[in-house]
């Protein structure tokens, strides 16, 4: 089992609980918790083979993470009501998705050649269009935008992160665990202590 095997079975567990967990704010059926948490545990990845023309796409070679997220998404449907704040558990279980999934998805156009700007989008893709499509599905404000808080950019830090250590020759093991580190503790720093970038701010038109 490879290291990317084993990132898109750990990134399909905890995004999976992510969207088990927003059906369950849902008030969804157990048919729609496995679907949820289908769509958030496999939608970045399957974004992003069918961008890098991967065949098959890795759940379609390898069905064990639908197998994990349906596993993950029966346990929250009869354990989620003992849990206070499910909001708060979507949001910390997503941090961790995120910094999991980034180097699944750097890790699958380094390992196929790509060139650095590729390499960026697809751990950017990977990492948070799953959450994307959770939310629109739910009815929910995307976490990937909401005001105030960094996400898609932890994306982008940690993927250049990743990109700029095999640059430097450091085995692909150590830049991926670097890009991970990298998108968590930004992820988390913003949640924890507010970090973000400039919003826009409308302004009056000049005369």
Known sequence: MTILTLLDYAAAIVFA??????????????????????????????????????????????????????????????????????????????????????????????????????????????GSLGGLMRDVVCNEVPLVLKQGELYISCAMAGAITAVALVWLNLPAATALLACAGVTWVTRAGSLAFGWHLPVYKPRPPRQ
């Open 17 to 126: 609980a992510s969207g088990a967990m927003v059906a369950s704010r849902a008030q969804l059926d157990i048919v729609g918790f496995a679907f949820i948490a289908c769509l958030t545990a496999v939608g970045g990845g399957t974004v992003r083979d069918v961008l890098l023309d991967r065949h098959p796409v890795f759940w379609v070679g390898d069905p064990m993470p639908i197998l994990l997220a349906s596993g993950v998404a029966i346990l929250v449907f009869f354990t989620a009501h003992l849990v206070e704040s499910r909001l708060r558990w979507v949001i910390w279980l997503d941090t961790f998705a995120l910094a999991i999934a980034v180097p699944a998805g750097t890790g699958a156009a380094l390992e196929l050649g790509h060139g650095p700007v590729i390499v960026v989008l697809m751990g950017m893709a990977t």
